[in-house]
């Protein structure tokens, strides 16, 4: 049990004390036995992650001669990257992306933060608070969606049914073009601040309590207490935070496609639903692999920046 | 005088409400106040599935401006849901997204655990390379690789099927890594001992490893079928017929019929029937939901 109240990226790996050939595997020596045991996930991860990466490779640099989905390609070195980088969609997803990930991150992490040490001791309370805060992140976000279509509706939506008795003039949450981002990234923050909570309510069991005690004798102020003991025992956490969510800005665009599908005048359009729209709406496989193969080079780029975070998570060093 | 009672009688209230501050924080006002700040925050965050609840039972009639109050105004009626039971295939939607689901589990099951095993007790040359190669995979997660992975899926003949969503989850180095620090956890002794009563290597990951790491597979599973049940880019560019759809594609397609008749109240019903069975399940086993997403780091 101890596994799943403490993650592995709190707890220094544990290595297992090995005795080479106490238990050998039968007749074909431990390498094949491997060999077999991995086969079955080895040909999934040939088949949907390095296969489809070669393909993609290959992909971005076939250019589609004639219309339809089924034309013929012939090479056409870096015409794609050019032609992508040249888009201004792609350039102001890219731009929509980053501003998208700095009013995420932010918010994200920090409500995370207040709400696990508000809610860091046990108690039947606070068990139901978690679990509120906690709730939105089992849900799909295209379902999560629906119910904001009705939420940020103009008028006699719920924000503004509510929000029109104290401000004036609320602004058209998905309509305008300033602020429909601010809302998708307002979904996104609801849905996963619960998830990351729960992160740091597992980073905080690691502080000391006398820590806090010291502190608390020494005169220091409740600032002081989380500048000076709380946040640098956090750091590993947050570190680790960071790079899941990250990764989440990245990949979970579904409430686009039901809210503004990357409009108004795209103010919404994400690198991910550029990507969608050009491989299905557009059938430019080219410019699509083109485009995936820029954000994987930024994904790959974070995650060695990250893979001690990683490392540590699952034990890596051990191996 | 009657203030600074008042004043008093509220820090009373907020410390019976916080009876489980540290203790030398207990007299501080700034612990309360974050405190107070994150229950109004808490009650916040339920705000969008209440007036869910309100509007899925709220007559349609009722719609229109006061169809944003968050306090029942009428009995409870089933036309909302009657409505959207009638116009999409919701039982048929959840069928497929329980396959999806549940498929995809049954797979990992069997290749996470061999996977976990190798790398938890075995030694073999490649054996760093190979670990990377898994590690990797958990930021070449498929919704990133769409547009080749539909490419295979196209090639395998799996294009518009319930497998060809399916076949790209088989394979989990989250779950590999989680099954191996399970493994790790379990002293050799016994995995000996069975070895001395003449046990296959399937035999003792059976029935010496597999019974003993079940925290571990129970906390894979709810993450696993949690994330699959509620994922949509994947399934929407793999399923073209209607017939096919998960429960979160044909929600999407729901609501876009439904929102052009700002039929709201159905709308509210439709999300019910697709959040209902997961909600259901944290009601019974919070503890082991909230648990398992605590190990789940990476999906």
Known sequence: MTDLTHPGYVRPARRATRRAGAVPGSGIGQGGLALVLLLPSLIILALFTYGPLLQLGWDSLQIRQGAGAGGATVFAGLANYEAVLADPSFRRALINNLIFAIVTLVPSLGLALVFAMALARSSRLNSALRSMLFFPVLVPLVAAASLFLFIFLPGVGLLDHYLGRLVANPPNWLGDPDIALLSIAGVTIWKNAGYYMLFFLAGLQSVPPESYEAAHLDGATPWQRLRYVTLPYLKPTIAFVAVIALLNIVTQVDHVFVLTKGGPSEATNLVLFYIYQQAVESYDVGRASAATVLSLLALLALTFASLGTLERAFGGRAA | ?299
């Open chain 2, 1 to 299: 005088m009657r203030a600074a009672g008042l004043r008093i009688g509220g820090a009373r209230a907020l410390a019976r409400l916080t009876p489980d501050l540290p203790l030398a924080t207990r007299h501080e006002l700034t612990p309360k106040l974050g405190f107070g700040l994150v229950v109004v925050l808490a009650l916040l965050w339920v705000t969008p599935f209440l007036w869910m609840l309100v509007a899925a039972f709220r007559p349609g009639a009722y719609g229109g401006a006061g169809m944003a109050s968050l306090i029942p105004d009428t009995w409870p009626v089933m036309e909302n849901f009657a409505e959207a039971w009638a116009s999409a295939d919701f039982p048929r939607y959840t069928l497929n997204t329980a396959i999806i689901a549940f498929g995809i589990l049954a797979v990992q099951l069997v290749t996470i655990t061999l996977a976990g095993y190798a790398f938890a007790r075995l030694e073999f040359p490649g054996r760093r390379a190979l670990f990377y190669i898994f590690l990797l995979q958990l930021m070449l997660v498929p919704v990133v690789l769409i547009v080749p992975n539909l490419k295979m899926v196209a090639r395998l003949g799996l294009y518009d099927t319930l497998l060809g969503v399916m076949a790209p989850y088989f394979a989990s180095a989250f779950g590999t890594f989680l099954m191996r620090q399970a493994f790790q956890a379990i002293p050799r002794e016994l995995e000996e001992a069975a070895l001395i009563d003449g046990a296959t290597t399937l035999q003792r990951i059976r029935f010496v490893y597999a019974p003993l790491a079940r925290p571990a597979f129970i906390a894979f599973a709810i993450v696993s079928v949690t994330s699959h049940w509620n994922e949509f880019l994947w399934p929407l560019m793999v399923i073209n017929s209607p017939d096919n759809r998960p429960l979160t594609v044909g929600l999407a397609s729901f609501t876009r019929g439904q929102e052009g008749a700002q039929a709201w109240g159905v709308i509210a019903a439709g999300t019910l029937f697709v959040i209902a069975p997961l909600a259901l399940g944290f009601l019974a086993f919070q503890r082991r939901f909230v648990n398992s997403f605590v190990s789940s780091g990476i999906k």
